[in-house]
């Protein structure tokens, strides 16, 4: 994730009653990444596959 603090701060917001959703390109959401998400409270995960094709 580009934020080195972005669980912190969603426990933070959970913590105050927030909910938190997030949107990515999924490059960097590993197995692990998603088990830290779930884990501090994110909702939902949405990954855009926009311009997925055939790697050369």
């Keep these: 994730m580009v934020r080195s603090d972005l ?13 938190f959703t ?15 998400l779930a884990e501090a409270g994110v909702i939902y995960v ?3 596959i926009d311009g997925a094709g055939i790697w050369a």
């Design 7 to 19: 669980l912190a701060l969603v426990r933070h917001g959970r913590a105050q009653g927030l909910r």
């Design 22 to 36: 997030l949107s990515s390109n999924g490059m960097l959401v590993t197995d692990a990444v998603g088990h830290e």
């Design 46 to 48: 949405g990954v855009s």
